[in-house]
RNA sequence: GUGGGUGUAGCUCAGCUGGCAGAGCACUGGGUUGUGAUCCCAGGUGUCGCGGGUUCAAGUCCCGUCACUCACCCCA
């Protein structure tokens, strides 16, 4: 009989490191819900021209790792690889870009991009995302980043940093972009390398390699050319953080790899996860609402990853979510013990006590051996001798110390030990 | 898509120049009646990734293949 595997490049987690994955997840959302964002829950799979349109042909994210395919109907479908074009999809078709503004939103759940899988790097990805859209104010730039830096400060992270920059938008990037393309042009780039700048100079500027970073010393950079109103816009951003106290580094090479950004960027950075650093990023894009078939609307957002910062908090030593996952852990001895111990199982539960007991007719001392791996404080031992005599033994694992409680007075007597 | 590394027990791995497949951890049972963690004893599993080749003999050498992994590209 053969066996199953998972997919390629997707990760399976299991306790105790899924506990932590939801706890990170928790974490990542929460500051967003305080900043006054709505959860949304949207599907997995979109029309795979809302990816095209959106994100944009030209990025690598949907010329080569989309997970798209035909369903039954023969439309194209596409496993969502980010969220912000499934959101912006959804505010125009809802009408909430026709209520108060901005529309604040976030969402948390899988994402799918078909890449050779690497430390950090899977095929399904976990991503907490919000978005803020129909407001252009600087403040809210400055506001979707303190929501991320919350949440990674939150879960006792240090080893991160914020980079930021602008990208300018379409009043001053056009003119900056072909004077990036004029100093490329002189430079002796291999021919990816050069296919890569004719589709998207700026991607060139944060490339890894040192020969090629060599070059690009003397480039034209994005900051040095911004409009006077995107460079307003910037400085403000700038000085939001300042009084968010959130720290930042400008970065003026960073670049993104979604067409829609514009104006602010940003990426969190990470040095724990090997190759791939980026626990978070994200900016504005002012023309993506339009782009999609609504109102001209501004907005801005950012995706972080479950996953990545998970690998940060193990890099880091943090463990969230580790909590014990029994506080009492039932000893049946026989049959009829084992029978008021499940009834008693309900109650306690009921009564908010986390409860397991030895299933599978284990003896006494594998019993006490299984109570002792649960985590549990106490053992609840219950045998003939003790039915008869109407009480249950309560013994505190830690101690050893142990006493008889009236069957009738267990769920309270737990509860009190408890302090619960 | 392009490079490098690794595939041996459930997990982490050892196995030198070919000569009977191993350790630790984990798991299960026991160390006289109904008490765990420590300690002692016992126990089991292997198509040595898969297919071919060389050889008296292959986990070990050669070829192929698949998987995993790290890195490039790119990104969370």
């Not at 000893?331 to 299933?359: C, H, I, M, Q, W």
Request: hydrophobic fraction near 35%; charged fraction near 25%; proline fraction near 5%.
């Amino acid at each position: 009989m053969t066996s199953f595997s998972a997919p390629k490049g997707v990760p399976d987690y299991f306790p105790p490191t899924s506990a932590s994955f939801l706890a990170v997840r928790e974490a990542l959302a929460e500051p967003a819900r305080l900043a006054g964002y709505g959860y949304v829950e949207l599907p997995v799979f979109e029309e795979t021209a809302l990816f095209a349109r959106g994100v944009g042909e030209s990025t690598d994210v949907v010329s080569k790792e989309m997970y798209s395919f035909n369903d039954r109907g023969e439309r194209s479908v596409t496993l969502r690889p980010e969220g912000t074009a499934g959101v912006m999809r959804a505010v125009i078709e809802h009408g909430l870009d026709r209520g108060q503004l901005p529309a604040k939103l976030y969402y948390a759940g899988p994402f799918f991009r078909y890449e050779r899988p690497q430390a950090g790097r899977y095929r399904q990805l976990q991503q907490v995302g919000v978005e803020a859209v129909g407001v252009d104010d600087p403040a809210l730039d400055a506001e979707v980043i303190a929501i991320a830096d919350a949440g990674f400060r939150s879960l006792g992270l240090t080893g991160y940093r914020l980079d930021i920059t602008s990208l300018g938008d379409g009043s001053d990037r056009p003119q900056y972009r072909e004077k990036l393309q004029a100093f490329l042009a002189k430079l002796p780039l291999d021919e990816a390398t050069r296919t890569r700048a004719n589709l998207n100079p700026l991607r060139v500027l944060d490339d890894k390699r040192p020969e090629v970073r060599a070059l690009m010393d003397d480039a034209p950079l994005m900051l040095d050319h911004l409009a006077a109103e995107t460079r307003a816009h910037y400085e403000q951003v700038k000085g939001y953080l300042d009084d968010l106290g959130v720290k930042f580094t400008e970065n003026p090479r960073m670049v993104r790899g979604l067409d829609y950004y514009t104006k602010t960027t940003f990426e969190f950075v990470h040095d724990g996860l090997g190759s791939q650093s980026g626990i978070g990023g994200g900016g504005r894009y002012d023309g993506l609402m339009e782009q999609l078939g609504g109102q001209p609307l501004s907005g801005v957002g950012f995706g972080l990853g479950v996953d990545r910062t998970l690998l940060a908090c193990q890099a880091e030593g943090l463990t969230p979510g580790d909590v014990t996952r029994c506080d009492v852990y039932g000893v049946p001895l026989g049959e009829t013990a084992k029978s008021r111990l499940v009834g008693l199982s309900g109650e306690l539960r009921a009564a908010g006590v986390r409860f397991d007991l030895a299933y599978g007719g284990r003896g006494m001392k594998g019993a006490m051996k299984a109570a002792d791996k649960s985590g549990a404080r106490y053992a609840l031992v219950l045998g003939e001798r003790d039915i008869e005599a109407g009480v249950a033994q309560l013994k505190e694992l830690a101690t050893g110390d142990q006493q008889a409680v009236p069957l009738t007075d267990v769920v309270t007597t737990v509860r009190k030990a408890l302090d619960r």
